[in-house]
T-cell receptor, first 110, second 113 residues
Framework: KQEVTQIPAALSVPEGENLVLNCSFT??????LQWFRQDPGKGLTSLLL?????REQTSGRLNASLDKSSGRSTLYIAASQPGDSATYLC?????????FGAGTRLTVKP | DADVTQTPRNRITKTGKRIMLECSQT?????MYWYRQDPGLGLRLIYY???????NKGEISDGYSVSRQAQAKFSLSLESAIPNQTALYFC????????????FGPGTRLTVL
């Protein structure tokens, strides 16, 4: 059974700092990994999707990497802003059985 | 307009009542999913459907049933709600093929008293 872990559970940083969120998974037989953002009381917004054959994806200030063999992914956020404050979830897709981590709650202080 | 909509957005009900949560999508996707989210546990898959004739159980299907009325509509029912079904429920869709991106609705907050 695939297990997905996100560390840390919560993170607080000052505005402007670069930061890394971590996601680890136990079964490397995956099709893709997806990073989401969730604002309080809201749904999930897809940020980046990395296929199993890819090593990284970039969108604006966000960069996600995938190391399937070691069961790890990172989400790098450059020059963080207060508007980046949210919970970030990673999800691993193995044959349409998508497993989510519990998320990292990020607070960016002005 | 949102691609994936859920109704109701909030619902409070009592133990033993039957509840239906509805999901509609305009993305033209064949695949639809229902998840629940509990604090500290992330999202867990309840049921998924690859087309109108295909229904599959997910990780935590006990106590739930689903109906795929059309390509665009997928409803989740709690036949006899219990307090530990209090959670945030999400519907999602994806295109055909393994490994496609999933798109989520805004969620339904359900409270069972």
């Amino acid at each position: 059974k695939q297990e997905v872990t996100q560390i840390p559970a919560a993170l607080s940083v000052p505005e402007g700092e670069n930061l890394v969120l971590n996601c680890s998974f136990t079964d490397s037989a995956i099709y893709n990994l997806q990073w989401f953002r969730q604002d309080p009381g809201k749904g999930l917004t897809s940020l980046l999707l990395i296929q199993s054959s890819q090593r990284e994806q970039t969108s604006g200030r966000l960069n996600a990497s995938l190391d399937k063999s070691s069961g790890r992914s990172t989400l790098y956020i450059a020059a963080s802003q207060p508007g980046d404050s949210a919970t970030y979830l990673c999800a691993v897709n193995g044959n349409n059985d998508m497993r989510f981590g519990a998320g990292t709650r990020l607070t960016v202080k002005p | 307009d949102a691609d994936v909509t859920q109704t109701p957005r909030n619902r409070i009900t009592k133990t033993g009542k039957r509840i239906m949560l509805e999901c509609s999508q305009t993305k033209g996707h064949d695949r639809m999913y229902w998840y629940r989210q509990d604090p500290g546990l992330g999202l867990r898959l309840i049921y998924y459907s690859f087309d109108v004739k295909d229904i599959n159980k997910g990780e935590i299907s006990d106590g739930y049933s689903v109906s795929r009325q059309a390509q665009a509509k997928f409803s989740l029912s709690l036949e006899s709600a219990i307090p530990n079904q209090t959670a945030l429920y999400f519907c999602a869709t994806s295109g055909e093929g393994i490994g496609n991106e999933q798109f989520f609705g805004p969620g339904t907050r359900l409270t069972v008293l």
